[in-house]
Each structure stands twice: as C-alpha cells, then as structure tokens.
C-alpha cells in the first residue's frame, strides 16, 4: 500500500480493502472516495513482490485487487525486455506465458485479456509503475515503459490470435505446419513434405488439364467415324461399350462435386487471405505455394 502511494500520481483517493479484510464494510473516507472514482480498470506493476503478487488490478472498488501468475508473467516479461534489456530472458518468459495462455479456457482468456485492454487503453494510461531500479528507473521514463509494454502485449496477443487462427478455427495445412516448423529453426527437413505435397498436387492438375481436350479430340474422331461409315444406328449401338456412358456420368458426377469442394475451399481461402498473410510476416516459398495449392489450383 505505501509502494502504491508513492508512486501513483492521479488525484484520486485510493482505497485499500483486501478480499481477506476482516471487515466488510468500507469506512466513511472510503465511501467518500468511492464517489469520485470512475469504474476504469487499472493496472498497477510493482517491482517489490507482495503476497506472492506483483500486479494489482485496480477497480472501482479497490485498488489491491490480487491478480493470477498470468499477470505476474506479463511483469517478468516487461522487466526482461524493457528493465534488464535482456532480450533472452523475455523470449523465454513470452514462451512460457504462451504456454499457459493456450491452455485457457475461453472464459478465462477473456477476462484476462478485456482487464489488460482497460489497463492498455488511452496509450496504456491506465497503467502505472513503481519507480525503482530494477523496474522504471525514473518517471521521465513512464511514457517510453507503456509504450513498450504495447508492443510486448501486441506481440503476446498476436500469437494467441494465430494459434486460434490455426487451432480453433481449423485453418491449419501442411504448408502452414512446416512453416511454424521451420521458421527460426536451421532443421529445414520438413520442406521435403511440402515440396512433395506441392509436386504431387501440381502433377495431377496439370495431368487433368492435359487429359480433357484429349479426350474431347477422341470424341470429335468418334462422331467423324460414324458419321462416314455406313453402319446403322442399330449398329452403332451394338458396338458401344455399355460401359462408356457409366463412365461418361461418373466423369461429369465427379466434376460437378469437384467443382463444388473446389468453390467451398476458395471462398474460404479468400475470407482468411489477411490471416494468412499475417501468418508467414513476409512474403515466402512457403506462401506463394499455399496461394497455388488452396486458391489458384482450386479455380483450374
């Protein structure tokens, strides 16, 4: 409480009322305050380690609202990247949040991310800090601290967002797996199962596109055939192989349910074409055989 004191520079009275207190009914100065205080969600970053909590939630009600080690990994994180300024320790802390930020359940990864948006909001001026050493060292510096702690959650945010991209949404293939694997990896083996698929689906278009005017220059040869030969129509029927119209109406059964997947898989392409783009960062070999495969391929 004397930390937070010290520290938060807003002209509001605070109020400190723990979910633990003994008593359960506010005094008459905190009823006071509690009168002009507005219901924004605060966030309060601590160096100092209280009650095994170094991020305070700070409501309407209170403000030593104890918050969850997701919170307490989001101050490492920060304190790796903008306090220490060490880049290895952070990449380590982020993975380890993620870790436990993919196994939330859908309720609780909204309310932790609609309390970090209340903290974020205005340029992160919701959010204070403990001027200390190990944390910001000087309030000159509290600007530059929200700032960064923008673009650590931005990224934090983005990675959730891709994973439900991939996971929940079911828009992952095997050329968006071997990216994943890959990438900032120097294992590139994986490429050889991309390649393969890519070939293989590249090979059976192009044996598709080939195989139908030869087909269609057979049937022309046929209607020659029988249009100068005097064979009757009886005859003709005689000598056609009952099994060519079974094949004939398998073939157009087939293009038809084709060309409908083909439409199903395209559209959807084009719905996630920003996601996609946002998934690869940059424009790869991985991508652009994506775009053949899942859009281009499809249309033929």
């Not at 609202?65 to 920060?78: E, G, K, L």
Request: proline content about 3%; overall charge negative; hydrophobic content about 40%.
């Amino acid at each position: 409480e004397s930390i937070m004191t010290e520290n938060l520079s807003e002209n509001k009275p605070l109020v400190f009322l723990r979910e633990d207190d003994e008593r359960d009914l506010y005094t008459k100065e905190e009823m006071l305050s509690l009168s002009e205080r507005d219901f924004h969600t605060r966030l309060f970053i601590s160096s100092a380690v209280y009650r095994n909590n170094c991020v305070w939630i700070r409501n309407h009600h209170t403000d030593i609202v104890a918050s969850s080690s997701n919170f307490t990994y989001i101050r490492d994180y920060f304190k790796a990247a903008f306090s220490t300024e060490n880049h290895t320790a952070a990449k380590t802390t982020l993975t380890a949040e993620l870790t436990k930020w993919f196994d939330l359940d859908d309720p609780e990864y909204y309310t932790y991310a609609t309390t970090l948006a209340s903290g974020l909001s205005s340029e992160a001026a919701n959010t204070s800090f403990q001027i200390h050493e190990a944390m910001v060292k000087s309030p000159d510096d509290v600007r530059a601290a929200r700032r960064t702690l923008i673009m650590l959650l931005d990224i934090l945010f983005s990675k959730c967002h891709l994973k439900k991209f991939l996971h929940k949404e079911s828009n992952a293939n095997i050329y968006r797996l071997v990216h994943c694997a890959t990438k900032h990896r120097k294992n590139k083996f994986p490429l050889i199962y991309a390649t393969f698929s890519f070939l293989l689906q590249l090979t059976l278009t192009i044996f598709v596109v080939l195989e139908i005017p030869n087909r269609t220059l057979r049937n022309i040869i046929k209607d020659l055939v029988y249009s100068n030969s005097n064979i009757g129509d009886a005859d003709v029927d005689e000598h056609e192989d009952p099994r060519t119209l079974f094949r004939a109406t398998s073939m157009y059964v087939l293009a038809i349910l084709t060309g409908v997947y083909s439409v199903m898989v395209t559209s959807n392409e084009f719905v996630v074409f920003p996601n996609v783009c946002r998934f690869y960062g940059k424009i790869c070999v991985l991508q652009l055989i994506d775009i053949i495969v899942n859009v281009v391929l499809p249309c033929i």
